[in-house]
């Protein structure tokens, strides 16, 4: 039995019917709160007389035309998915054809009230229907949620509640995310960050503690030291976890093979920056040395043809200590070269294919390095060498391919043209910054007009993270196709993120408008997978943390400390002072996991997932939070494993590079304190 909610005619006009579910034999009192012409609130009441048992409850939405284009923030390919509250970042369903658009937005304040049963969302495409609901679930895949059974309301009254805003004309469907993200900052997000949200000091002292966590207490895990080639080179392990801490009670057993990774994730360089800016300003030449010895191992990575790869690694062995079979390795005398195993070809590094946009960005720190932090002459060449040869590779198009065989170097065709060739465009107009050569920005420029108008539009954000990494769902059916139901592609927001930086790069040395324009729309999708507000569901600060797609879990990933720059300069060139505050929470978030006194919620779910840790321990930091889509009270979404570059290394990075860029907006903000420098020593 169902309810249909009688609208005014200006609600008419964006959607022909609102049916809604009854709660056992309860049908709804229902309020509809004009808030201008294009946004009303919608609030429902059910009096419940007793406890009902209800599995499933929920509210359709028909359009009242046929939309082109949907948004969710989550993949439901079939009858039985949902968005479940855990992906509630920036929630929205969003649709929108030529002329009209729609968007239906939970109402964030009755869900921080609580609510007897969990929120859900639902994107039908294919059945012109949106549907917000309330279900338990459950995870299925990697991540997708599916209704659950066993829902309970008890006797009294339940509220739902959402907001309908709507719009005619190209300011909405050129941006269908702005007035989304509009509402959610300015009523949820802004005044969270204003009062210090998700945290309210100083971040030098997160800093101390990465880099004490990585160069002293955790020291013999973390740091790697060898000759290769005749040089003394150096990095932070890829990845260590719980076992390798100095207070772990068992055997210590290495997660994953032992390695260093120059790679768009995981990147020793990108790390190294931030320990050279760390050792400048303390006056530390040992902190300059270890970064020097990180730049030469990057520098060591052998170029073929311009190539190179992206991860140098050990031998592994299983062998037996105390009873127990564990990964140890063979040590740094073993060392081979390869690549990023997270791709379409193999798991096994050495045998992996080159990763274009790997070396795209391992070259375009080495410009950065030579720019901002020494002029060492053999970073610009070994990217000039890099640059010469990525030419070759674009097609007529314009694209660049994303991977290269590694004996013949011919392009792969999967993902031959996808939004990776954004990275590319990005280094070859830094490149062209640098040498003068006109060549290098006429095929950027290609490249950046072929994914304004093949990937942009579309919302094609495939790359390597959308289907080989730890969210599989659809490596073998959805690429370069869209989930029909949905009436979207699997995405990732990586690569929104480097199209948004690639734009803006673009913007900035053409002084053409439409790219600014473009680069605002990506920016806003992205921005869609940050968190405007702060769940009570969710056991950590989050306000200004990312997800990573829409197909996984995480909250807090991250990322956050990539992305947060590009979101501040967003703001610098428009004058938006929301892409101001949204990416200094995303700096601040970048530092939520760490485990650490100054993190005191985040620190007592430590120690509910491994109650051994302690003083030795300030400074790990787990990548994200929630990956696996559920999460509670006792540590449950909390993780155990640290990767220095990407967690708390990309994190310290990212708040040196930041200060020096834009040192008054921290200072302004609260977020920096005294700093002590003197002479190097």
């Known amino acids: ?11 008419s006009a964006f959607i022909a019917s609102l049916a809604i579910d009854s709660i056992g034999r309860t049908q709804p009192t229902s309020e509809i709160t004009r808030l201008g012409d294009n946004a009303a609130k919608v609030k429902l009441s059910f009096a419940l007389d007793e406890a009902v048992e209800q599995d499933d409850w929920q509210l359709g939405i028909t359009p009242a035309f046929r ?28 649709a929108h054809d030529a002329d009209r658009w729609l968007a239906v937005v939970p109402d964030l304040d009755m869900m921080l009230g609580g609510t007897p049963v969990r929120w859900y969302m639902d994107m039908n495409a294919r059945d012109n229907r949106l549907t917000l609901g309330m279900s338990r679930y459950q995870v299925t895949e990697h991540v997708l949620y599916e209704k659950d059974s066993g829902a309970a309301y008890p006797q009294g009254t339940v509220e739902f509640g959402f907001y309908v805003l709507t719009g005619e004309g190209e300011a ?46 955790w020291k013999d895990a973390v740091w790697q030291q060898f000759e290769l080639d005749g040089r003394t080179v150096g990095a932070p392990v890829f990845i260590v976890n719980v076992t390798q801490s100095p207070n772990y009670p068992g055997v210590v057993n290495e997660r994953e093979f032992r390695s260093v990774w120059n790679q768009a994730w995981f990147s020793s360089l990108r790390s190294a920056s931030g320990m050279y800016r760390y050792g400048q300003e303390k006056g530390s030449r040992e902190d300059l040395e270890r970064a020097r010895m990180a730049k030469e191992l990057a520098l060591s990575a052998p170029q073929r043809e311009g190539f190179f790869p992206a991860v140098i690694a050990t031998e592994m062995e299983r062998i037996v200590v105390e009873g127990k079979t564990v990964n140890r390795s063979k040590g740094w005398g073993t060392a081979f070269w390869g690549n990023s195993n997270r791709n379409p070809v193999t798991r096994d590094s050495r045998e992996a294919p080159y990763h274009v946009l790997d070396m795209s960005f391992t070259s375009l720190l080495m410009l950065r390095w030579y720019e901002e932090l020494e002029k060492d002459e053999r970073l610009l060449a070994y990217a000039v060498r890099y640059g010469d040869a990525l ?52 095929a950027a420029l290609n490249a950046m007009d ?28 959805l690429v370069d196709r869209k989930v029909e139901r949905n009436n979207m592609y699997k995405q990732c927001n990586f690569s929104i993120f480097w199209t948004a930086e690639a734009l803006l790069a673009a913007y900035r040395l053409t002084g053409d408008s439409r790219y600014l324009r473009l680069g605002e729309r990506c920016l806003d999708e992205l921005l869609m997978s940050q968190a405007s507000w702060q769940p009570s569901y969710i056991y950590v600060s989050a306000l200004g943390g990312f997800g990573v797609m829409n197909c996984d879990g995480e909250w807090n990933d991250a990322r956050q400390s990539l992305f947060a720059e590009l979101i501040i300069e967003y703001g610098k060139q428009t004058g938006r002072q929301e892409y101001i505050e949204r990416g200094l929470a995303a700096l601040r978030c970048a530092f939520v996991m760490m485990y650490c ?21 300030y400074g790990f930091m787990m990548e994200n939070y929630g990956h696996d889509g559920v999460v509670n009270d006792h540590g449950l979404g909390i993780g155990e494993f640290t990767i ?6 990309a994190a310290a990075e990212s708040f040196l590079r930041i200060r020096d860029h834009h040192r008054e907006l921290l200072e302004q903000h609260g977020m920096i304190g005294q700093t002590t420098g003197g002479e190097v020593r």
């Open 1 to 11: 039995m169902n309810t249909n909610l009688k609208l005014d005619a200006g609600l």
């Open 67 to 94: 939309p082109t284009f949907h948004w969710a923030p989550h993949l439901t390919p079939t009858d039985n998915h949902i968005v479940d509250q855990h992906s509630f970042r920036s929630p929205a369903l969003i």
């Open 172 to 217: 909405y469907t050129d941006n269908p995310w702005r007035p989304v993200l509009e509402l959610l900052w300015n009523r949820w997000g802004s005044p969270l960050f204003r009062q210090g949200e998700p945290v309210g000091h100083p971040l030098e002292p997160y800093v101390d503690h990465a880099y004490n966590w990585a160069f002293n207490t």
């Open 391 to 442: 030419l070759g590779l674009q097609d007529e198009r314009g694209f660049f391919p994303a991977w290269l065989d590694p004996n013949t170097l011919k392009p792969l065709a999967v993902l031959a043209d996808s939004p990776e060739t954004s990275m590319s465009v990005t280094f070859l107009l830094k490149l062209h910054e640098m040498t003068g050569s006109e060549t290098y920005l006429t």
């Open 450 to 477: 072929v994914v304004a108008e093949e990937i942009v539009p579309a919302g094609r954000w495939e790359d390597f993270e959308t289907y080989w990494s730890c969210s599989s769902y659809g490596s073998g059916h």
């Open 597 to 617: 006194p100054e993190n005191p919620t985040t620190q007592a779910q430590w120690e509910q997932a491994h109650p051994f840790f302690g003083r030795e321990d």
């Open 644 to 649: 220095f570059d990407w967690g708390n290394g």
